[in-house]
């Protein structure tokens, strides 16, 4: 009853000003920006009222108002003005650019804040900052430009992922963030269909007291995506178009013919092997298989063309993209194409009801290489591994009548000239070009559609119940024809295939919020609550294959409509749907813009734990002070503005298998009985269960300041302690259990600490706008706990074995292996290594062979000997950003680098004796005092200098890389506005111009689950870029 | 019209509460299709699914395979291959380089107690399946004869092993120890003693081939006392096995007239074999990173000549290309009369082929020209179809056959002093069938003779060990006497458990 009469008192209060301020007049006048140049599309209101309009063309604009009322006029990007219009009918305004963003707000999970009152750690990168780059995925829009995020590309292959760590490695599960795109949460690898254009803002949420909004998946960190919308006022239509090309930045020194055949010969030789190639100089160069994958100008064009506008009722924002790339290894297979659309819209109903929805759809279309960042196979571990003595192709029609030329499913080139095939190297080391022609036209694809809509009523002033429906629809496939090939004796097939694969995921999630905003005179209150549910993994998915069909290529390949049933192969499955429902609330506090205060707790519940542990309650506390607001605060001009925050919170992770808690039986344990043909499916339990598996927690404390200093500099830093808890992981049982897969268990516990920095500098000198701005962060990982192990070995390479173990006391994942201590140069060395009793420490070693450290001391070397020997993770990361403007110009230039890890370098395949070598082997030990680096050649590797994993396969993977450069320059608005044009900028862009590194692989930027393990990184391309940003 | 929004308001937010009330149950994910162990082997279908996957075990053959690697480890071949790391397990075995990181031990320690552990779950739940007693019976002895089979391979290869015997829970999963061999050889007998009466007699090949009779159970209790030196005990059990050397045994067991016809990989269950383990291609397995996983015979595609061409198409045999694993040694070669048949369905002379030009082939590491012939994959027998050929060949092994049976049995004669009349009779029916003319039976001839009808079978280097003669015939491969008979244990078991590492490891 007591809000009828609140209700009542409103309306009459409405009335009542209504009637008062009845007199009405023309108001009139031109809007100009700093320049002194017309404004159009700003926005003019009347102050409590709805009525408005929009400046035209020539920034003139005509308004009706009571003339007591106040106008404001607000454009994005400028500083918004009051104006009383005090009896006045003519009004003309300057309007500034909003440089300082003083009133700048983010976004913060179910709402926005003024940045000058969040008490968390959240970096945000604006529209503005990216708009003109052409960036295939968004996440390489935060790479360099935000602190406490890392985020290293998995591979050059055009529109591939990259790996993204928010401070650090949080879980020894999934460290993905979690993606929340307009509310609906995206998996991480699902973000490749936004496009770059369409974002307003992106937020990362680094620290528990902002992420505990979304507690349940929120540990590995929050990237929050608002794509654009309309404004007010007249049409607007954005292109911005660029075209360009693509070539590889380096390429690796390798053998030649003459110089590889040499060094076989002695390999062999010094094995008591026989002399391998006769007469090595007379085989020359031979052939340089990276020149025959590598294209020196690829192509790469992006065009983006959106729509915008409304009225005071409606907005919309309407826009479509389309990006095309092609690789630089081997383009013929390696493609990236896509298309976007996207459609926001905001109506309000009434005054007291809004909805609106986002729809944003992409295709994309992918041709990959195969064996991708792979030692096994794939054209560029072939060109690493190949032998320069194969040739290219074969022409003399001696050698084609001949094995393997005769063999069936010899390819050839497009004169029917067969290509070369190794003697040498086999396995899956094949001629580049012959396997590039086994993989043409075969592509992946997937659609998505990512959608939510909401529905906003404020029955009370403040007070606000939002619902909103999101949903995430996925089809993806591929299609691919294999042709009966011979590319080797090993890689062969004698059976062509056509195969066909379609997938389908689903997700939707809703959910409703109640949100009150109050102020009693300086107490500033917003309230939250709110309730969702969560579905996601509903996926369905398969695969058809016909052999032996009637076809010779992709472009004629179908499924015949007929066709034996023994030589058609399928396969299917429905996936389990991962369901989570939640509560939470936030209470945001503050006193004058002095004294802040936010509390989130949030309530989950999820569907991968059993019924002991099935919900998690993830709390939150942070708070501000705004120092500079003090009244005892003299105004400075050291100190601008001062705000310290601090926070401390939980938040928690349930990225496990489903079912991760109980025991299930499994099929595929099959066996044969008799003389048929098929097998019986024999099912058996997977792994033990663990009714008590809980939720992975991390707290983390985290304290930070933000200031404005000098006027011009402005500097954020944060200090944080982060401890993941429960860390949910397998955990290894003993064999002799007899399982098929190990139990999860809450095994460990694992902190991460660091600090960031950001520091910019924004001046404005004569003509000359200038600002830098960099970004600095350093991390430091310790295991803490790991469960009843008391380590573990994870990724391997090759034959070497593990190579990367994870322990307490010790970073996730260290390289862990032996430790050389030079070449014995002469055997007098050899003999003197010897243990206590005299024996010899290695016995199998000879001159030129490494010492390999007895660090146990026992006599002897063995797997004990290993030691903790680099750490693949950066301490540091940090990124330059550099704008400077002047008149119609302007420079961007971004650098962006990592230092203080270790990158392993497996190029070259350690069980094919004949691959080819690095010009590193040139240097190798030959005689005394030769080297003491790189140790002697010698087939069969008895000392394993080769074979045993130590530090010589390290190097420091240290780097700077300008990013990206940027030339632009604006043609003058009064050529163009004859035109019609609103705004024309021409640019020139360069993408990875340097990389200033000591590494010798392709690239030092090598992400993936384990970082810095180089097997034949597709490296990340040099590309040059046109561009044009058309505003009309 | 604000009132109304607002009682819309509440009635959506009191709605949804309602919905978020019901979460109980929404939090339930729906398993689709998934079992739970607490519900399955609830019926005969779900418990036969159990003892397939008991079975599942005895055929899992990787690049690091039982018959390979014993193969490897023997003097009968080199573990060859493309190169001296390829299959780093087995080249250590080979040249007995192995150590607790490095070697095929891992594979066949897991290989073991998989088996052991499936037996184990399913002799548990067995006895409540609501089928007839006959059904639990057969299936009670067929996971015992299996859990024995397993345990034996485990004891042999690794001598100090723990033993289980049912399902371990959570809390004893690192405090097992390990037992005295005896131990596990007492377990291995009684699992078979009580299987022999609960198995079929026989069963019909063409349905139920490769299930186990009570001759394969007998057979491999035999093989069992004869590993212990308990001849009398063996010669025993084998006698019942083998009935009248030459005829047909009580089992209906008989040695096939042509000793190649064994290699005909259509040849399935003949009368020879007494335990089989069964391949086949119909499986269409594609999934290289699970060889394990499918139930084709790797050994087939691992064991033919590297890159084998046929220059002649009528004098050159259709072998497939293989990887050229287990290259037969010089001294197996000259260890057949070149009149003993044996020699060629043994061994494949590729050596002589590219002498006379009629075929080629890339020479794989330690290349002798020799390959193992028995195994080696033929175009005729090569898969079509869906997956990957080289994982889907059909060819099955011989766990036992009746001339095993009939060389144990007659060694256990001799070493135990039993009638050597029999032992005798005995060697010459394996030897009559091979066309050769009889030698005496002394305790040297039967073992040579089993070197020679057995090879590439995986036997000799167990005989050689068994025997002890494993350190005059290995020592220059690198073969240490007192360590080198049995396999380190793998090097992560001992983490956190009370297993201890076997000696000189």
């Known amino acids: ?1032 | 019209m604000k009132l109304k929004a607002i009682k819309r308001t509440t009635a959506l937010f009191l709605g949804l509460a309602i919905m978020a009330s019901c979460s109980e149950d929404f939090l339930e994910a729906d398993g689709n299709g998934t079992f739970v162990e607490d519900q399955y082997y609830s019926n005969e279908m779900e418990a036969f699914a159990g003892l397939t996957a008991v079975y599942d075990v005895l055929g899992w053959e990787t690049f690091v395979g039982r018959i390979a690697g014993l193969n490897s480890a023997s003097d009968d071949f080199y573990a060859g291959g493309g190169s001296s790391t390829d299959t780093n397990e087995l080249q250590v075995w080979s040249n007995y380089t192995l150590n607790p990181t490095t070697g095929p031990q891992g594979e066949f320690w897991a290989k073991g107690y998989s088996g052991v552990f499936r037996a184990n779950i399913l002799l548990v739940k067995l006895p409540q399946v609501p089928m007839s007693q006959a059904k639990i019976d057969r299936f009670t002895g067929e996971a015992k004869m299996l859990r024995a089979y397993f345990y034996f391979d485990l004891v042999r290869l690794f001598k100090n092993i723990p033993l289980i015997t049912e399902p371990v829970g959570i809390n004893d999963y690192y405090t097992i120890p390990q037992v005295a061999p005896e131990v596990v050889f007492e377990q291995i007998e009684k699992d078979l003693t009580e299987a022999i009466p609960n198995l079929p007699v026989t069963v019909p090949a063409g349905s139920e081939g490769g299930r186990m009779t009570q001759a394969a159970a007998r057979a491999l209790l035999g093989k069992v006392y004869l590993w212990q030196n308990k001849f009398t005990l063996a010669a025993e059990q084998l006698a019942l096995v083998n009935g009248t050397p030459g005829a047909t045994s009580p089992y209906g067991n008989k040695l096939l007239d042509n000793f190649a016809e064994l290699w005909n990989v259509n040849n399935k269950f003949n009368s020879e074999a007494i335990l089989e383990i069964t391949h086949t291609k119909g499986g269409n397995w594609g999934a290289w990173d699970n060889v394990a996983g499918s139930e084709g015979n790797i050994l087939n595609q691992m064991v033919g000549p590297r890159n084998y061409r046929r220059l002649d198409t009528i004098a050159a045999p259709d072998y497939v290309s293989g990887y050229s694993f287990n290259p037969v040694t010089e001294d197996l070669f000259n260890a057949f009369s070149d009149a003993d048949p044996r020699k060629d369905a043994t061994i494949l002379n590729l050596k002589k082929m590219v002498q006379d030009g009629v075929a080629a082939y890339t020479a794989g590491y330690k290349d002798t020209g020799y390959f193992l012939k028995k195994f080696a994959g033929r175009e005729r027998n090569r898969h079509t179809g869906g997956g990957a050929f080289e994982l889907n060949w059909n060819q099955n092994t011989y766990e036992i056959r009746l001339a095993d049976t009939y060389l144990m049995e007659a060694e256990a004669l001799v070493r135990g002093g039993g009638d050597i009349s029999r032992a005798q009779a005995l060697l010459d029916a394996v030897r009559d069938r091979a066309d050769m003319p009889s030698i005496p039976a002394t305790e040297q001839n039967i073992f040579n003779e089993r070197r020679l009808e057995l090879a590439g079978e995986g036997h000799r280097w167990y005989d050689l060990v068994r025997t002890g003669r494993a350190g005059a015939a290995l020592s220059a491969r690198g073969f240490v006497t007192g360590t080198h008979e049995i396999l380190p244990i793998p090097l992560l078991e001992l983490s956190n458990t009370l297993i201890v590492q076997n000696p000189f490891y």
């Open chain 1, 1 to 1032: 009853m007591k809000l009828k009469k609140i209700l009542f008192f409103c309306f009459s209060f409405l009335l009542f000003s209504l009637c008062v301020n009845a007199q009405e007049v023309n108001v009139r006048g031109t809007i100009v920006d700093e320049s002194g140049l017309p404004l159009p599309g700003v926005s003019v209101s009347v102050k409590g009222s709805t009525s408005g309009t929009i400046s035209d063309i020539d920034g003139n604009y005509t308004v009706v108002a009571p003339s007591s009322a106040t106008l404001t006029y607000a454009f994005i990007g400028y500083t918004t003005v009051s104006e009383p219009i005090n009896g006045r009918i003519s009004i003309n305004v300057s309007l500034q650019i909003d440089s300082r963003n003083l009133d700048e707000v983010v976004v913060v999970g179910y709402g926005t804040q003024k940045k000058s009152v969040v008490t968390g750690a959240i970096t945000s990168v604006k529209a503005k900052d990216i708009e003109n780059l052409p960036i295939t995925r968004i996440e390489q829009a935060l790479q360099g430009r935000t602190s406490g995020v890392m985020i290293t590309g998995n591979s050059g292959q055009p529109g591939s992922s990259s790996t993204i760590r928010v401070r650090g490695t949080t879980s020894f599960g999934n460290n993905d963030p979690l993606w929340v795109i307009d509310g609906v949460i995206v998996d991480a690898g699902g973000i490749g269909f936004l496009n770059q254009s369409d974002i307003q803002s992106i937020e990362v949420l680094k620290d528990a007291a902002s992420q505990a909004i979304y507690g349940t998946r929120a540990a590995a960190g929050v990237i929050l995506v608002t794509t654009k919308r309309g404004q007010e006022g007249t049409l607007k239509v954005n292109y911005n178009g660029y075209s360009g090309f693509s070539r590889p930045a380096r390429k690796l020194d390798l053998l030649n013919a003459t110089q590889y055949a040499t060094l076989r010969n002695e390999s062999s030789v010094a094995n008591g092997g026989s002399i391998l190639f006769a007469n090595p100089a007379s085989l020359e160069k031979g052939t340089d298989w990276q020149d025959a994958i590598f294209n020196e100008s690829a192509q790469r064009q992006g065009h983006e063309i959106s729509l915008s506008g409304g009225n005071a009722k409606s907005t919309f924002y309407l826009s479509f993209g389309l990006l095309e790339q092609d690789g630089i290894v081997a383009t013929e297979i390696s493609k990236y194409n896509r298309k976007n659309l996207r459609l926001n819209s905001t109506h309000k109903v009434k005054e007291w009801l809004t909805v609106g929805q986002t729809i944003g759809f992409s295709h994309e279309k992918n041709q990959g290489l195969g064996n991708t960042n792979s030692e096994y196979g794939g054209p560029l571990s072939s060109a690493i591994n190949l032998d320069p003595t194969t040739p290219l192709i074969v022409t003399d029609p001696a050698v084609i009548g001949q094995s393997p030329y005769n063999e069936i499913g010899i390819v050839r080139d497009e004169f029917g000239n067969p290509y070369g095939i190794s003697k040498d190297v086999q396995n899956e080391i094949t001629n580049p070009l012959a396997y590039m022609k086994t993989r043409r036209g075969n592509y992946g694809w997937s659609d998505n559609f990512v959608a939510n809509a909401f529905i906003e009523v404020e029955p009370v002033k403040n007070l606000k119940f939002r619902t909103t429906l999101g949903a995430k629809l996925a089809y993806w496939g591929s299609d691919s024809f294999t042709p009966v090939y011979y590319l080797n004796g090993n890689t062969k097939t004698v059976q062509n295939n056509i195969n066909t694969s379609n997938n389908r995921g689903f997700g939707w999630n809703i959910e409703n919020t109640l949100s009150y905003t109050k102020s009693l005179a300086k107490h500033n209150f917003n309230a939250l609550i709110g309730q969702g549910t969560y579905i996601d993994n509903n996926s369905k998915g398969s695969s058809v294959t016909y052999f032996n069909v009637p076809y010779l290529n992709f472009d004629d390949a179908a499924f015949p409509g007929s066709h034996p049933e023994l030589d058609k192969n399928s396969s299917a499955y429905r996936g389990v749907e991962h369901r989570v429902v939640s509560l939470f609330g936030r209470l945001n506090y503050d006193f004058d813009e002095k004294y802040l205060f936010t509390g989130i707790v949030r309530r989950d519940g999820s569907s991968r734990f059993g019924s002991n542990h099935k919900y998690g309650v993830f709390p939150s506390m942070s708070a501000g002070w705004v120092v500079t607001n003090e009244g005892f605060w003299k105004e400075s001009k050291t100190i601008n503005t001062l705000k310290i925050r601090g926070g401390y919170g939980t938040v928690g992770s349930d990225a496990i298998p489903d079912f991760a808690y109980v025991s299930t039986v499994g099929p595929g344990r099959n066996y044969t009985f008799g003389n048929s043909p098929t097998s019986v499916v024999g099912y058996s339990p997977n792994q033990p269960s663990n009714p008590d598996l809980q939720w992975e927690e991390t707290s983390q404390l985290n304290i930070g300041f933000e200031m404005r200093l000098f006027e011009d500099f402005t500097l954020t830093a944060d200090w944080y302690k982060k401890v993941t808890d429960k860390l949910l992981r397998q955990q290894r049982i003993p064999d002799y259990l007899g399982a098929i897969s190990d139990p999860y268990v809450n095994i460990g516990k694992m902190e991460n600490s660091g600090f960031e920095v950001e520091l910019s500098y924004s001046k404005k000198i004569g003509e000359v706008n200038f600002s830098i701005s960099g970004n600095a962060t350093y991390l430091q990982n310790e295991v803490k706990k790991l469960g009843r192990v008391d380590f573990l070995d994870s990724d391997g390479f090759q034959t070497l074995g593990s190579i990367l173990r994870i322990q307490p006391g010790h970073a996730y994942n260290e390289f862990y292996g032996y430790s050389t201590a030079g070449i014995f140069q002469n055997q007098a060395e050899v003999d003197a290594y010897v243990n206590s009793s005299g024996a010899a420490i290695q016995p199998n070693a000879a001159p030129g062979d490494f010492r390999f450290k007895d660090l146990n001391g026992d006599g002897k070397i063995d797997a004990n000997d290993r030691s903790y020997i680099g750490n693949p993770t950066p301490d540091w990361t940090y990124g330059l950003t550099l704008n400077i403007d002047y008149k119609n110009f302007s420079l961007s230039v971004l650098g962006q680098g990592v230092a203080g890890n270790q990158i392993f370098q497996g190029l070259r395949r350690l069980d094919i004796a004949n691959a080819n070598y690095q010009t590193a082997a040139l240097n190798r030990w030959t005689g005394e005092g030769t080297t003491n680096s790189y140790p002697r050649l010698i087939d069969g590797d008895p000392n394993g200098n080769f074979s045993k994993f130590s530090n010589f396969y390290l190097q420091d993977g240290d780097y700077f890389r300008i990013k990206m450069v940027q030339l632009g320059y604006t043609i003058p608005k009064d050529i163009i506005s004859k035109a019609n044009i609103q705004n024309l900028r021409l640019y020139v862009t360069g993408e990875n111009l340097f990389t200033f590194t000591k590494y010798t692989g392709y690239d030092p930027e090598i992400g993936g689950g384990a970082l810095s393990i180089d097997r034949g990184q597709y490296p990340q391309a040099r590309s040059f870029m046109f561009g044009v940003n058309l505003e009309f």
